[in-house]
């Protein structure tokens, strides 16, 4: 008899490894395998579980490699604008090109490990130009360091190498991981895999809040210090590589076995070819094109082929998932320099407010799991995967949909007077009348631009000069001030210690000093006559102006200040709820599309599936680089684009989701293999059967 103890142990080996099969097809004329097979070493286990040592070292460099990556691309678009001074347009085009590019690369990081390299070395080797791609990126950030020209070409090369680097050891540390358990150690991995996920999440939170930080809070060279936040990413990588290193000793190796990658697309790839050979009418057709493979391929191949295209075809509609999704580190914390960060107790910077999406998405997953999933359940509603990622895909849109509010929101009509010219630049006339005279003067404006004109008395007389104005609100949440010297002597001014401008007498005007959201009541303006105290009062998020001296007495400046664009008047707070929406759509459709393709892939072709839903990811981002570049158009309007595209593309993926077949790998791979015993001569019928005691 077997007792309730060993009952329950083969249950657990039942439940584990009944996708395994007991016999397997061995020909009878071939000699069974000879030579020394390679036996792994046994790693130290931690305090006396059955968890090896050595995912220490990988769960620590994961968590330094995530870090790393978070980081660095959490203040990158900042960096293109405020750096380089390109535009909103350009720089989201090269940040989703970047990522883009990160979703590519996996496809080679797979090939290298497993035909060539193995995990280990493909990891230590792309770890090694991941850290020279984040050394050359920092050093290309010192503003001293060469001109323009020379800071882009080494970020440029740098966020190559990184992109090459992240993205070729992707796929290959999580299965590495996987690899230091024993097969009856079932459980313990998928823990592992839990504990692995948790690191990701915990480096991409961590990083997204405090690289912003030293980017903002840190000055280095006389401005933002981008140097030292893409210099702590890099100390971070550098310590996730010598990490890694470090348990060498421990981990468990297994060499290269070959890229079923590369054999399925070599037997979609010759089935086409087949195909285009034989297009006479008089050669029978085949119940599927990839039956035009079964003259070099294995019918249990093509089996498991034709089960991971199904699938594949699926994918299509899910890039504008993505496209949506990304635009967290590009459109949206472009949209966040627009609006008010003080939140009383601590005032963010634009680019922290992607912080949110990590620490939603551990907030969530528990939530979704025990909490919404079995009440949908308890209703009686059968919530497929299919209807989930679709749920996913709407509350994304629905997301970008409050981004577009926002966006309009933000953008208030100014308070200039607009005028239509002849051409780009034309000649106007300006009378001023005053206590019975008339004065008249004459200006060239150009077309888009902003203009102030300045009517003042000098010697008896009305004059007038005209300035040009800022066009835009300042970058990064800053604000814009500048002055005009209204004594009849030189002045010079100090605003807060650091800034030293001069400004000619008889309405001299200076240039704008962008400067900190703060108050500013202890500046100084220093005369030929001595000096006094500057009061300016608050400079607000984003606004821009101009502070006019008209007199100095008692100690102190008397000043008039005009307020030329209003201050962010839309808080932060408002892109709570869209930040809310796109995290639950990313639990639903992410971590949904991924187990879902899972169960639907053979056990040989999870990896296949595992490069298509990255690729994804890459031409979701390069839809984005797409949009931006070719049909640049105002920034609400670009929202409720994307929107639109989604909500159209959930409809197809709905309706093609509504016609899949859900299928059971391991039961079509049953049916191929008995249907295939019977042709095979030379080989031992033997049934494939399931493990039992």
């Not at 000055?219 to 981008?226: A, I, S, T």
């Not at 072709?605 to 298509?612: C, I, T």
């Amino acid at each position: 008899m077997v007792g309730d103890e060993a009952r329950g142990e083969m249950n657990t080996f039942q439940r584990n490894e009944s996708k395994e099969s007991l016999f397997t097809f061995i020909s009878t004329g071939d000699d069974p395998p000879k030579g020394d097979f390679h036996v792994q070493k046994k790693s130290p286990k931690l305090c006396g579980s059955n968890y090896p040592l050595s995912i220490a070292f990988i769960v620590v460099n994961e968590f330094c490699e995530r870090f790393s990556y978070y980081g660095m691309r959490a203040v990158l678009t900042l960096y293109f604008i405020s750096f380089f001074h390109w535009d909103e347009n350009l720089s989201t085009a090269v940040y989703h090109a970047f990522s883009a590019l990160c979703y590519f690369t996996p496809v080679i990081g797979a090939i290298m490990a497993d035909s060539w390299l193995g995990k280990y070395k493909t990891i230590i080797y792309l770890s090694i130009v991941y850290v020279v791609g984040h050394l050359i990126k920092s050093v290309g950030a010192i503003p001293s360091l060469g001109n323009q020209a020379v800071h882009v070409v080494l970020s440029m090369v740098g966020l190559f190498l990184i992109a090459l680097g992240t993205g070729g050891i992707k796929p290959c540390v999580s299965a590495f991981g996987g690899d230091q358990f024993e097969e009856e150690h079932t459980s313990e991995r998928s823990k592992f895999f839990s504990v692995f996920y948790l690191s990701i999440n915990a480096g991409s939170l961590i990083s997204t809040f405090v690289t912003p930080v030293l980017r903002g809070d840190v000055k280095c060279f006389g401005e933002d210090c981008y140097a030292l936040a893409f210099g702590v990413p890099a100390a971070l990588m550098v310590l996730a590589l010598v990490v890694f290193i470090a348990g060498s000793g421990l981990y468990r190796k297994t060499p290269p076995q070959g890229n079923v990658l590369l054999e399925v697309c070599k037997c979609i790839g010759f089935a086409i070819k087949n195909r285009l050979k034989n297009r006479s009418h008089q050669i029978p057709k085949r119940d599927h094109w990839l039956d035009w493979a079964s003259e070099q391929y294995s019918k249990q191949l093509i089996a498991e082929v034709k089960m991971v295209t199904r699938v594949l075809f699926l994918f299509l509609p899910l890039p504008m998932f993505w496209a949506l999704f990304d635009q967290q580190g590009s459109r949206w914390t472009l949209q966040a320099t627009k609006m008010n960060a003080d939140f009383g107790i601590y005032v963010l910077q634009p680019d922290q407010m992607q912080f949110l999406n990590p620490l939603l998405i551990l907030v969530f997953i528990p939530i979704f799991d025990l909490g919404l999933y079995p009440l949908i359940s308890m209703c009686k509603f059968n919530f497929t995967p299919i209807r989930k990622m679709a749920t996913g895909m709407i509350l994304a849109g629905m997301a970008f949909g409050l981004a577009a509010i926002v966006e309009v929101k933000i953008n208030n009509p100014d308070e200039y007077s607009h005028l239509i010219l002849n051409g780009e630049q034309q000649s106007l006339r300006f009378i001023l009348q005053h206590q019975g005279s008339s004065l008249a003067f004459n200006y060239t404006v150009k077309e888009k631009s902003v203009y102030s004109l300045i009517v003042f008395e000098a010697e008896g007389s009305l004059s007038s000069r005209l300035i040009t104005d800022l066009e835009a609100k300042p970058e990064n949440g800053l604000a814009a001030v500048r002055f005009i010297n209204g004594l009849s002597q030189d002045v010079n001014l100090t605003i807060d210690s650091k800034q030293f401008i001069p400004v000619q007498r008889n309405y001299g005007v200076s240039g704008y000093s962008l400067v900190e959201r703060d108050t500013y009541d202890n500046g100084k303006c220093i005369t030929e006559t001595g000096e006094f105290t500057l009061d300016l009062g608050l400079l607000d998020f984003g606004a821009s102006y101009t502070v006019v001296i008209t007199n100095v007495s008692g100690g102190g400046v008397q000043t008039w200040k005009s307020e030329d664009i209003k201050a962010n008047n839309v808080h932060m707070a408002w892109q709570l709820p869209q930040y809310l929406l796109i995290s639950a759509g990313e639990v639903m459709f992410s971590i949904t599309g991924l187990a879902f393709s899972y169960s639907q892939s053979p056990a040989s072709m999870k990896s296949v599936l595992q490069a298509g839903w990255l690729l994804t990811v890459a031409v979701g981002n390069t839809l984005v680089l797409v949009v931006a570049q070719a049909a640049p158009m105002a920034q609400w309007a670009e929202f409720v684009l994307f929107t639109v595209l989604l909500f159209a593309v959930c409809i197809i993926f709905s309706i093609m989701g509504y016609f899949y077949v859900s299928v059971d790998p391991e039961d079509l791979e049953e049916k191929e293999e008995k249907r295939e015993t019977p042709s095979r001569g030379n080989m031992i019928s033997l049934v494939t059967q399931k493990t039992k005691l």
